[in-house]
């Protein structure tokens, strides 16, 4: 471990709260440190919004051909490779991620790979990839969040998957019961129907993505129905 380095800001996550404070405040003339135990964009480019939608692109794509004859347009037998698909959304994820880290490094953002911990108000330790004693006038927390595990479901990531594990199969299964009709399992209950899984939507509350709203709750229901979900 070097000396004390010492900084204005120092950023305590890298996903999209941390880096875009980070970014904000170098343009503003301060000199940052950006702290990340593991992959610059947090858990929206990583494990979420950006590799779901990479996902649900292809989905989007397989259900325009499977319609083409509505178009005029032939296409008979059509096949998908889900593990190919799954390898073209991990090359948008890592591509995506490069160019975050070169907009980070271009602003003169000093980023740290490890896990920080309080010292003092003004001092954390880094220990990780790096190692380093840092000084901030200002430390911003952005440690973001995780899926929980819930102890009627310990979560195995081969037959009980969370949200992170579920972007990670390169086969499908013929059947699916998704625990929680939020955004996210209606997001992935969507990707999987397309694809011809059988998908069960378990929710406690009495409709799906309830905190959207009635009219959303109610079209999405519906749409879901005629899928087969």
Excluded: W
């Excluded at 996902?55 to 509505?70: G, M, R, V």
């Excluded at 430390?139 to 992170?164: K, V, Y």
């Excluded at 799906?208 to 079209?219: E, F, P, W, Y």
């Amino acid at each position: 471990m070097t000396g004390k380095q010492k900084f204005d800001l120092a950023v305590i996550g890298a996903g999209p709260g941390g880096y875009v404070a980070a970014i904000k405040a170098a343009q503003m003339g301060k000199k940052v440190a950006l702290i990340e135990k593991e992959y610059l964009g947090g858990t929206c480019l990583n494990v979420g919004c950006i590799p779901s939608k990479s996902l649900l692109s292809n989905a989007s794509i397989f259900n325009k051909i499977k319609h083409a004859e509505d178009f005029g347009i032939k296409a008979e037998n059509v096949t998908f490779d889900y593990g190919k698909m799954k390898e073209r959304k991990d090359q948008v994820v890592s591509k995506i991620r490069g160019s975050l880290g070169g907009l980070l490094k271009s602003n003169g953002i000093t980023i740290f790979q490890g896990m920080a911990q309080f010292q003092s108000p003004k001092e954390l330790k880094v220990k990780g990839e790096d190692s380093a004693l840092i000084h901030a006038e200002k430390i911003i927390i952005a440690t973001g969040s995780e899926p929980i595990d819930i102890p009627a479901f310990p979560c195995d990531h081969n037959t009980i998957l969370n949200s992170t594990s579920a972007l990670e199969l390169t086969e499908l299964p013929k059947s699916m019961a998704i625990i929680g009709g939020g955004y996210i399992g209606c997001e992935f209950a969507s990707l999987f129907a397309e694809f011809g899984v059988k998908v069960t939507i378990i929710e406690a509350l009495p409709a799906i993505v309830a905190a959207q709203g009635k009219t959303i709750s109610d079209a999405l229901t519906a749409a879901f129905t005629k899928r087969g979900i």
